[in-house]
């Protein structure tokens, strides 16, 4: 019925993929990051697949509120912590972790004081080890701790002192460690990073996480107590020049539609705004019903791989508004209605992304709300 661009969102390549990081990384807890509408995939889908993730991590405080409402009981951890000094408030009526980056998050905890035991916080200091965005650097790190860890020795502490540290000590519960990657993804690529974690941490008590995807799979001394795993869980890759299906990943999103008209050219003559594609010879262009605004990159250049009736086409001409055209010399089976896979399990995300100049992040997050969503909850 009705236009049939859809994105089909696949529980058990969700599941698959949880199972894969837990293979990586046996001995690790793990969040499932589901920032950004899990990358596209729906926050409650991704709720429902990754059931046994011992946590979910995200940023935007609507989302987390709406876990749960939803009913998610385990923890949620804020990547990007409190906004706000309100958002403290906000954490401790939802029962959420938060990431703590830069000192001003600890008066705002001081602002928004616990009203007994059940409203402590588990937080999370956040090391900057050489991304340079968000996180502090190793003194300013080591302060935070001993002002939040320090419960036990404001009993003891004189007492002016005593009170400004029992203020905050009582603020949190636990208090754990973490970093994030810059370069996870590259060889070679966290030889200064991760020495600066552990020796920016050194002699704290409290878990650490540090482990993107990339270094999930490719730095497992960086595992620690919490894994947190993104890109992965969707079944793309986190590598430039390594593909999903070759890390054992599923992909969880397929985008599918049909061939919703059929043009004959001849050589010579054009296709699609700006002409950007003139026919070499004679020959069938399919037209698409998916375009830039529902989330397929507009930059992607003649030639990019589409899926027509099973086979290979290409991409021909630019990609508009609701259509984008396929040279369907490869397809001669092809009839209106056909069916037509933009990404998904007969082609990789990331090689579209690749043939765009993108990562399949992005295009995963890009998907358009105007774009139907089917859930598939068997493998079909
Ligand atoms: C997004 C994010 C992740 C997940 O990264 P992937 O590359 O998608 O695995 C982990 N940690 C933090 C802090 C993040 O922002």
Redesign the pocket.
Known sequence: MGRPLRACISIPALQHNLHRVRALAPGARV?A?V??NA?GHGLLNAMEAFGAADGL?L?EFDAAQRLREAGWQRPILM??GPFEPADVALARRLRLTL?LHDPVHLDWLAMHPALGEAERLDVWL?FNSGMNR?GMRAPVLRDAYDALAAAPLAAQAAAPLAAQVRLLAAQVRSVGL?T?FAN??VPGGIDQAWPAFVAATQGLAGPR?A??????IDHPATHGDWV???????GAT?FASRDAAGLGLRPAMRLDSELIAIQTVSAGESVGYGSLFTADAAMRIGVVACGYADGYPRHAPVGTPVIVDGRRVRLAGRVAMDMLMVDLTDAPGARVGSPVQLWGDRLPIDEVAQAAGTIG?ELMCALAPRVPVVVERSDG
Do not use: C, T
């Open positions: 969040w990051v920032k950004a990358y991590a940023l990547l990007e990431a956040k968000l973490l994030h996870a993804d996480s482990s993107n995807s990339a270094a999930i947190r795993p993104g890109v992965m869980l969707y986190p992040y």
